[in-house]
Nanobody, 124 residues
């Protein structure tokens, strides 16, 4: 059964903004960190941001200051607000759940569940 449902991708011009959402089905925030990853054509998947089980927000250097991860406990949803988007941000974005994920490294390597992915395209 699908445990993570992404929404909010699309096409935007450089400098624009998008907000991605990742809704949890049966998982809970007290046991799972939620991370955002992306994969561009011909490139390896990379970590973008992570909301740890301890409530810390973590970011890749490439998105610091532009992207913000947040969480709505009542809606069981994690958001990735992406501002000042660049063509290099074009990728398929995935959210993932990491059991007891507390550090950036754990978020990067410990995903237990993945969403199906959502396309983000930034035109120049």
């Amino acid at each position: 059964e699908e445990q993570l449902v992404e929404s909010g991708g699309g096409l935007v011009q450089a400098g624009g903004s998008l907000r991605l959402s990742c809704a949890l089905v049966d998982l809970t925030f007290d046991t799972y960190a939620i991370g955002w990853f992306r994969q561009a054509p011909g490139k390896e998947r990379e970590g973008v941001s992570c909301f740890s089980v301890e409530g810390r927000t973590l970011y890749a250097d490439s998105v610091k200051g532009r992207f913000t991860i947040s969480r709505d406990d009542a809606k069981k949803t994690v958001y990735l607000q992406m501002n000042n988007l660049e063509p290099e941000d074009t990728a398929t974005y995935y959210c993932a759940a990491i059991y007891l994920g507390a550090t950036w490294y754990e978020c990067l390597v410990g995903a237990d569940y993945w969403g199906k992915g959502i396309q983000v395209t930034v035109s120049s």
